[in-house]
């Protein structure tokens, strides 16, 4: 399996036919090629990251062919499971092996994100399934943004765009549309920001050191048309995952920290149900009450179920914003009284 570390949207836009304008020349090899698939805005508005699929990445296609339009996945099988790649020099994803537009009749796509080395099936009435369960690794650096298309209908023979040339040889006289996938996301997406409660005084510093997301669930099976696409291996093996890291810490105060952006650092987790005492983060930090000349360590260990989030959805991202606070030391101060102590009698 493929490692990715690119992508975090969420997709949901809905494909859009392919275009049935035939061109007025073709290449004599009319290979079946892909343009640069896309990666929607996520479903929570928190902005968007990542909506252009990576070159370095390669993605599994299936095809039917049909000699008229439709709406639905059907027809005669063209081909299966096979795995387009980027080629730098057509600016597009290719097939291997190649495959070629037949001369009548139209061709329909849907895509799963990354190519995948076991196989999996598509049909219209479950959609991409994965019924061995899906692992996402026990750490961040075994994260996969597993991503899938919708199908993109009634294909005909990919056209070219006519470009202005004013050399006498056929080198740039056309340039290689492909066929247009929308990706999806299929996993959930989780983000820290941290910043302190208020405004301290200006000897008091902080210091994040560490995020870690613990007791996630890394297993499960995932059937696309389901209600609830993912049932997660709640008996299965759980990971821990580091959302944050640095040495010898990244100071902050009032001010927000998007502490996964700060190393590049993105957790993309199987979606499941938050449990009481299962997924919990654990933030350590340090304090300092002289300007940074000494650092005193501090943990914090939360419960997620005791967030607002009651689980995390398929093609969504959660944003956490921890709040860390001080109490401020207040005295109280008392005057113990006089002990009554006799000094005795004195006669003169």
């Known amino acids: 399996m493929k490692k990715s570390f690119f992508l ?20 004599q090899e009319e290979s079946i090629t892909f343009f640069a698939p ?24 299936w095809c039917v062919h049909n000699t008229a339009d439709i709406t ?10 096979v795995e387009a790649t980027y080629d730098s020099g057509l600016g597009g994803w ?15 796509f849907v895509a799963l994100s990354p190519s995948l080395d076991n196989t999996i099936a598509y049909d219209h009435a ?34 070219f765009v006519n470009a202005y040339n004013d050399n006498d040889d056929d080198s740039g006289d056309y340039k290689y549309n492909g066929v247009d996938i929308n990706f999806k996301h299929a996993l959930s997406y989780i983000l820290f920001n941290v910043k302190t409660t208020a405004n301290y005084s200006a000897t008091t510093k902080f210091r994040l050191n560490t995020i870690t997301l613990s007791g996630v669930y890394t297993t ?17 093996a759980t990971g821990t995952y580091v959302a944050f890291t640095d040495t010898p810490g990244l100071e902050f105060g009032n001010s927000a920290v998007l502490a996964a952006a700060a190393t590049g650092k ?11 005492g299962q997924q919990k983060i654990t933030v350590n930090y340090q ?33 956490y914003n921890l709040s860390i606070g001080m109490t401020e030391i207040i005295f109280d101060p008392a005057v113990t009284y006089w002990s009554e102590v006799a000094g005795g009698d004195i006669t003169f």
């Open 38 to 61: 896309v990666v929607g805005p996520q479903t929570k508005v928190y902005g968007e990251i990542g909506a252009n699929y990576n070159t370095g990445e390669s993605f599994d296609v």
């Open 94 to 108: 290719t097939l291997s092996p190649k495959y070629y537009w037949p001369a009548t009749g139209e061709l329909s």
């Open 126 to 159: 479950n959609g991409f399934q994965i019924t061995s369960a899906w692992s996402q690794g026990a750490n961040q650096d075994a994260i996969v943004d597993l991503m899938y298309s919708e199908p993109t209908f009634n294909c005909v023979k990919a056209s």
């Open 266 to 276: 993105e957790i993309i987790l199987l979606p499941q149900e938050l449990t009481a």
């Open 220 to 236: 499960g099976t995932f059937n696309q048309k389901a209600y609830d696409p993912w049932t997660e291996n709640t008996a299965g």
């Open 8 to 27: 975090a949207a969420v997709a949901i836009t809905v494909l859009a036919g392919c275009a049935k304008n035939e061109p007025a020349q073709l290449a």
């Open 287 to 319: 304090i300092s009450t002289d300007n940074g000349t000494t650092w005193i360590d501090q943990v914090q260990e939360v419960d997620l179920k005791n967030a607002t989030v009651a689980e995390w959805e398929m093609g969504k991202k959660y944003t």
């Open 72 to 81: 639905e996945w059907g027809g005669t099988a063209y081909f299966s499971d």
